[in-house]
């Protein structure tokens, strides 16, 4: 196995600057909670919704090291109230945060990072 570091960016429309902040703690904290990444860290611009998450995972190869870290991600924004494009059924209704369709990924052998 190696290790891989992962930087993950997305969109996320909020009511307010502070019920963003509190979906970003509470992002943090389902991060922490789910197995496969580790180092994982939450990072944000409230005033646009700009949102970036890290973690370090274990994987084969790089793409194997995206889906790992992709499944983390949507796994900890969904235990944390948000939704993510696509995963809402057609019968649920969004709460009030959801995150972009679209993302941006970057992936880096654990190794090359300066800590």
Not at 98 to 113: F, G, H, K, N, T
Request: hydrophobic residues 40%.
């Amino acid at each position: 196995m190696n290790s891989y570091y992962l930087e993950l960016k997305f969109g996320v429309a909020a009511p307010s600057t502070s019920r963003l902040d509190q979906h970003l703690d509470d992002l943090m904290d389902a991060l922490c909670e789910e197995p496969g990444a580790t180092d994982a860290d939450v990072a944000a611009e409230l005033t646009t919704g700009n949102v970036s998450i890290s973690m370090y995972v274990s994987a084969p190869d790089d793409g194997a090291a995206i889906t790992k870290a992709l499944l983390v991600a949507r796994s900890a924004i969904h235990k944390a109230g948000g939704f993510t494009g696509g995963w809402a059924l057609p019968d649920e209704t969004p709460g009030d945060l959801s995150v972009a369709d679209s993302y941006s990924l970057r992936v880096q052998p654990a190794e090359l990072i300066d800590c």
